[in-house]
């Protein structure tokens, strides 16, 4: 089958999406189905998936289409035997091939899923049970490696308060034939119906439940299909957690589409780095890959496996946090003797309300790296300095959306060197967040003010992203999110900056593992460090960093640290998705 015809059937002349109202992610993925079974690619191997459970070398468990598709009709039939249409499913498991089945089998049951994770996951206990307090799942799908966690986690529960589970890998095969299609219920049009809820991770507030509509998904995965250029025959290796945006989204589009998948649980990777740069070098086709940016920095530390071959990556996407220069420059003096490409790094920027991508280089130069008066980012200002800041782009606006930056109180479009909020507009937005009316007309309904650019909707549909950026040389920088923003003596500082600054003033903090925010003082705001100590590294020489720490901070950023503190690793609060949870942080250390 041709993918790239079939993605292009749903761009008009001039590359506008028009989606029908009766597709969903169910529809889309059973058409393509029977599509590569009329061609007889039913046989062909589509997913592997890494155990590493009981060996080191892990153990290879592959499925061909016909098995996923059954697997997926299986889950769905016993769903529609339990549930109503539109009722909210829960995922409760770690990455498996389960996960992807239940996933997609709720979509083809006419349910809405709600990806979570195993109730073990150390340190997020709280956000579960935020996320099913708000959620009010009525079935809960695990696999058997999950499955005495998930009962336990509601054991506590009254009964009336507690939702069905049901262990997935225990179905029987021979349940698919009892599934059917899904009957549309009310008068909206099934593209519109929700496809997900993808609950934020809780890192600067309390987890919100985005609603993304197949219209929203699809849309999305139309656009990063068509700016990212992707090119066939496609293998996608992951082992991005399937609970968060970036990971599920990736996921569904490669076995909507019937593609490459191979992938594993992001403990496997953290204890190997090299077992992910094992898949990315075996096998064909054009690979693709996606990674938050700590990623690239620990697979640069480790020893690169025999015989790796890169030259086959042609797309490694960097998000779900900020990319840094010293990240992206370890990697690629690493792995480009390698066969690595540069070009093959693509630092890009999303967010769930926007399904997952906004933007993604879309030019030959690729990764951009520029430095920044740190002076002139004060004042909201670009100005290139070669002793700047450095910050990597993250490319260009994907297409069919928009993307402005905006004065935060005017709400007036800002030229091209400004610091403002990033706006973006398209039909791959979210309809907003579950039971939050305000924070939904805050965030999705906003009206562009005073306008530069032609051509610009003019309706009350921008989401405002709550992040700052800018915009310079037709290259997209985030500088900072709002909310996080450090103020003082009236001076603007970014914590990523001051971050960037401590994990580079002492070798006894473990490198991504610091928190930068500011509290409340007398007079002005007071800056406070947190900071983990790199797991070989002696507490006696705690000391010794905190003044490397304070001189440097000083130095580069012109404001005295009011507390720094040396921490334990993995002590700093971080997000269900592994980002250094800043509110989090500092209402611990205001507490304690």
Known sequence: MDIQAAMGRFFDDQGNIALTGELTLAALSEIVFQM???????????????????????????????????????????????????????????????????????????????????????????????????????????????????????????????????????????????????????????????????????????????????RSVITNVLQIFRSAQVMTPLRMVTWLPLHHDMGIIVAALVNVLGLQFEFMSPRDFIQQPERWLKQLSEGEGHVYTAIPNFALEMSARVDAPENLDLSKVVGLIVGSEPVTEKAVQNFLEKFEPYGLQRQALRPSYGLAEAALLVSTPQTEQRPVIRRFDREALANNQAKISEDGVPMVGCGQVVNAQHLVIVDPETKAELPEGQIGELWAHGQNMAAGYLGREAETQATFRNTLGERITEGLPEDDFWMA???????????????????????????????????????????????????????????????????????????????????????????????????????????????????????????????S
């Open 465 to 591: 992203s709550g992040d700052l950026a800018m915009i310079v040389d037709g290259e997209l920088f985030i500088t900072g999110r709002l909310k996080d923003l450090i103020i003082v003596a009236g001076r603007n500082h970014y914590p990523q900056d001051v971050e960037y600054t401590v994990d580079h003033a002492s070798e006894q903090v473990r490198p991504y593992a610091v928190a930068a925010f500011a509290i409340e003082g007398d007079d002005v705001e007071k800056l406070i460090i947190l900071a983990e100590r790199d797991f070989d590294r002696s507490e006696q020489d705690d000391a010794a960093a905190i003044e490397a720490i304070r001189a440097a901070v000083t130095q580069n950023h012109g404001v005295q640290p009011a507390d720094i503190r040396i921490m334990d690793p993995d002590t700093i609060a971080r997000s269900s998705s592994g980002k250094i949870a800043r509110r989090v942080a500092k209402q611990r250390y205001l507490s």
């Open 36 to 214: 590569d079974l009329a061609a007889g690619q039913g046989e062909r191997h589509c997913m592997r998936f890494w155990d590493y459970s009981q060996s080191r070398e892990g153990e290879p468990k592959d499925y061909n289409r016909t098995q996923i598709n059954t697997r997926v009709k299986v889950i769905a039939a016993r769903l529609q035997q339990t549930a109503q249409p539109g009722a909210r499913v829960a995922i409760l498991a770690n990455n498996s091939p389960e996960y992807i089945f239940s996933f997609l089998g709720i979509l083809y049951a006419g349910m809405t899923p709600v990806p979570l994770y195993d109730p073990t996951e150390p340190g997020h206990a709280h956000h579960l049970e935020a996320v099913i307090g708000d959620a009010r799942p009525e079935i809960v799908l695990t696999n058997s490696t999950s499955a005495a966690a998930t009962r336990s986690f509601f054991a506590t529960k009254p009964g009336t308060e507690r939702p069905r589970i049901l262990s997935v890998d225990a179905l029987p095969d021979s349940l698919a034939a009892q599934w059917q299609q899904p009957t549309p219920a009310g008068n909206t049009d099934p593209v519109d119906t929700p496809a997900l809820l993808q609950y934020t991770s809780g890192s600067t507030r309390t987890p919100a439940g985005v609603i993304l509509t197949h």
